[in-house]
């Protein structure tokens, strides 16, 4: 970046932090893991076109927030934007919109290449709505392309937000300022202020954009934005005191593989590789924990470990999973506030039964959806979901109790409950950790209670993991050996075979193997191989 030309903006906003003493950020043009390990991170990046993110823990206020400061080009004149605006829209009135975000991009560059005339004179923008073409100065011409795309394309106020690709939630507070989780650096404090007035039109706006009516009288709504994030509002000042809010809950476009939570420290390799022994014989799973403990991230990357050829169908509220297997069938719910139209969870679970899944993935299970869960379970119909529980007794209080009601001595057709949790590591910054994997082996009839195992546990005065289970879990012994119709005396194998497969997913992160379908691309060659040549071919 160093030989690029700094854009007059940037370059303005790091000569004012010289001005005021303030230290100079790093330039980077992609964050890495090795900046994630920074204590006080100080550096900028871009996030497209014209764009910056300047992320500064080097300076940390009372509030105890590191800032994220949005970096914009300059605001554009008001009488130029405007004109522009109208032209623009009388112009292209008979014309039919290009049906691609490229296409209208391009029809945007052209349009302002062609009216518009650069000089390097400072003007003053006023009477042109009668130009055939109009003066602009070169530095607000690239000020106004930005601004104006933003504006007819993208979704104004947030478009830096959701263009920033290390993003995982976006609060607007009302008056309170806005927020961020940053997929690096944890939660961070916006700098740019937003007044009350702003975001409300903002958002109604928006979500006329998308097909919902806000206001005072519905002032809540839920929708999903087009790149696939969820968004929640909470209009008015009357239930909101602080003024309108916002959550938005970001869609990665490339979900995050297992090699790259091994790299994170989320999971260990070899909790990795027992849970990929299990999942590709077709075990069921649920990953547990509390909001924001990254369980939706931890379910996608453990997909990868199913058999690539088998037929998956996953049902979901909203679309969040992302598969990278060919024979998947991914479903949503709708709700249109009609009962003869709305299709439930618990009705996709149902049909899904008649697809002859091998496999089904429920995004989330909250209610009564879950009884098909476990009933899927009795028919052979393995299962993997999310689950809001801290721990395997307090998942079983939440199934057996009101609105589940799953009778307790059905709970272990479930193989396995991962819990994960987010926990202040060492750095002082919000960290993932799988904080334990248990194998459910039984119910106790005598003690009303659901057996179940830790095989994997963490130690957070060490931040590893312990394994009790080699020699000792019952799903290798009364499940792996019966279905690959081994001995009891071959048990051992299994746990070569799972140090194997440690040893694959190793190499994969020594040879910076992250993608995640190139990842599942070499899973599913081990597993196409068989793991002993795999490793053999690759060298392991």
Same mark, same amino acid.
Request: charged share 25%; hydrophobic share 35%.
């Given at each position: 970046?160093?030989?690029?030309?700094?854009?007059?903006?940037?370059?303005?906003?790091?000569?004012? /932090?010289?001005?005021?003493?303030?230290?100079?950020?790093?330039?980077?043009?992609?964050?890495?893991?090795?900046?994630?390990?920074?204590?006080?991170?100080?550096?900028?990046?871009?996030?497209?076109?014209?764009?910056?993110?300047?992320?500064?823990?080097?300076?940390?206020?009372?509030?105890?927030?590191?800032?994220?400061?949005?970096?914009?080009?300059?605001?554009?004149?008001?009488?130029?934007?405007?004109?522009?605006?109208?032209?623009?829209? #009388?112009? $292209?009135?008979?014309?039919?919109?290009?049906?691609?975000?490229?296409?209208?991009?391009?029809?945007?560059?052209?349009?302002?290449?062609?009216?518009?005339?650069?000089?390097?004179?400072?003007?003053?923008?006023?009477?042109?709505?009668?130009?055939?073409? /109009?003066?602009?100065?070169?530095?607000?011409?690239?000020?106004?392309?930005?601004?104006?795309?933003?504006?007819?394309?993208?979704?104004?106020?947030?478009?830096?937000?959701? @263009?920033?690709?290390?993003?995982?939630?976006?609060?607007?507070?009302?008056?309170?300022?806005?927020?961020?989780?940053?997929?690096?650096?944890?939660?961070?404090?916006?700098?740019?202020?937003?007044?009350?007035?702003?975001?409300?039109?903002?958002?109604?706006?928006?979500?006329?954009? &998308?097909?919902?009516?806000?206001?005072?009288?519905?002032?809540?709504?839920?929708?999903?934005?087009?790149? *696939?994030?969820?968004?929640?509002?909470?209009?008015?000042?009357?239930?909101?005191?602080?003024?309108?809010?916002?959550?938005?809950?970001?869609?990665?476009?490339?979900?995050? !593989?297992?090699?790259?939570?091994?790299?994170?420290?989320?999971?260990?390799?070899?909790?990795?590789?027992?849970?990929?022994?299990?999942?590709?014989?077709?075990?069921?799973?649920?990953?547990?924990?509390?909001?924001?403990?990254?369980?939706?991230? @931890?379910?996608?990357?453990?997909?990868?470990?199913?058999?690539?050829?088998?037929?998956?169908? !996953?049902?979901?509220?909203?679309?969040?999973?992302?598969?990278?297997?060919? $024979?998947?069938?991914?479903?949503?719910?709708?709700?249109?506030?009609?009962? #003869?139209? @709305?299709?439930?969870?618990?009705?996709?679970?149902?049909?899904?039964?008649?697809?002859?899944?091998?496999?089904?993935?429920?995004?989330?299970?909250?209610?009564?959806?879950?009884?098909?869960? &476990?009933?899927?379970?009795?028919? *052979?119909?393995?299962?993997?979901?999310?689950?809001?529980?801290?721990?395997?007794?307090?998942?079983?209080?939440?199934?057996?109790?009101?609105?589940?009601?799953?009778?307790?001595?059905? /709970?272990?057709?479930?193989?396995?409950?991962?819990?994960?949790?987010?926990?202040?590591?060492?750095?002082?910054?919000?960290?993932?950790?799988?904080?334990? /994997? $248990?194998?459910?082996?039984?119910?106790?009839?005598?003690?009303?209670?659901?057996?179940?195992?830790?095989?994997?546990?963490?130690?957070?005065?060490?931040?590893?993991?312990? &394994?009790?289970?080699?020699? @000792? !879990?019952?799903?290798?012994?009364?499940?792996?050996?019966?279905?690959?119709?081994?001995?009891?005396?071959?048990?051992?194998?299994?746990?070569?075979?799972?140090?194997?497969?440690?040893?694959?997913?190793?190499?994969?992160?020594?040879? #910076?193997? &992250?993608?995640?379908?190139?990842?599942?691309?070499?899973?599913?060659?081990? $597993?196409?191989?068989?793991?002993?040549?795999?490793?053999?071919?690759?060298?392991?």
């Amino acid at each position: 970046m160093a030989q690029e030309k700094i854009p007059y903006h940037l370059s303005s906003y790091l000569n004012e /932090i010289k001005k005021n003493g303030g230290m100079s950020p790093r330039h980077v043009k992609k964050l890495t893991d090795d900046d994630r390990k920074l204590s006080s991170p100080n550096l900028v990046y871009p996030i497209g076109n014209l764009a910056y993110i300047h992320i500064d823990a080097s300076n940390v206020t009372g509030d105890m927030y590191p800032k994220y400061n949005i970096i914009l080009p300059r605001p554009v004149d008001d009488y130029l934007f405007e004109a522009i605006e109208k032209k623009f829209a #009388k112009d $292209n009135a008979e014309n039919q919109p290009p049906p691609t975000e490229k296409e209208k991009l391009a029809l945007i560059d052209q349009y302002l290449d062609k009216i518009c005339k650069l000089t390097n004179e400072n003007l003053t923008y006023k009477n042109l709505e009668k130009a055939s073409s /109009i003066s602009v100065n070169v530095n607000d011409f690239q000020s106004l392309k930005y601004y104006f795309k933003r504006k007819r394309i993208g979704l104004d106020l947030l478009e830096p937000y959701l @263009t920033d690709p290390y993003l995982e939630d976006i609060s607007m507070v009302g008056e309170g300022g806005s927020f961020v989780v940053h997929k690096m650096f944890g939660p961070l404090r916006v700098t740019q202020k937003l007044n009350n007035t702003e975001v409300e039109q903002m958002l109604v706006t928006m979500a006329e954009q &998308f097909g919902k009516s806000i206001s005072n009288a519905q002032p809540v709504i839920d929708a999903r934005l087009p790149d *696939g994030s969820r968004i929640n509002i909470v209009f008015g000042e009357d239930i909101s005191i602080r003024g309108t809010n916002l959550t938005i809950r970001r869609f990665a476009g490339i979900p995050i !593989s297992i090699t790259q939570l091994i790299n994170y420290g989320t999971i260990d390799a070899q909790s990795a590789a027992y849970l990929w022994m299990l999942l590709n014989q077709g075990m069921s799973m649920f990953v547990c924990g509390e909001t924001a403990s990254g369980k939706t991230t @931890t379910l996608t990357a453990v997909t990868s470990f199913i058999n690539p050829i088998l037929k998956i169908v !996953s049902i979901e509220d909203t679309p969040e999973i992302t598969l990278p297997h060919k $024979n998947w069938a991914n479903e949503v719910t709708r709700d249109t506030g009609n009962v #003869k139209s @709305t299709i439930s969870m618990q009705d996709l679970l149902k049909a899904s039964l008649r697809q002859r899944p091998n496999y089904i993935i429920v995004g989330e299970i909250r209610g009564v959806e879950a009884s098909v869960a &476990f009933q899927a379970m009795q028919t *052979g119909h393995p299962v993997m979901s999310t689950f809001h529980a801290g721990s395997v007794d307090s998942l079983t209080q939440r199934l057996v109790n009101d609105p589940i009601n799953i009778p307790k001595s059905n /709970i272990d057709n479930l193989n396995i409950v991962l819990i994960q949790g987010a926990v202040t590591g060492k750095s002082g910054r919000l960290e993932r950790r799988v904080l334990s /994997i $248990n194998e459910i082996t039984g119910f106790d009839g005598n003690a009303n209670s659901v057996i179940f195992s830790p095989i994997f546990s963490w130690d957070p005065e060490t931040d590893t993991v312990n &394994f009790t289970g080699r020699g @000792t !879990s019952s799903l290798f012994k009364d499940k792996l050996l019966m279905m690959r119709g081994m001995s009891a005396n071959d048990e051992i194998k299994l746990y070569d075979e799972m140090d194997q497969r440690m040893d694959i997913l190793n190499h994969l992160i020594e040879k #910076k193997v &992250f993608n995640y379908y190139e990842v599942f691309e070499q899973l599913a060659m081990a $597993n196409e191989m068989g793991i002993e040549e795999y490793v053999r071919k690759v060298g392991i």
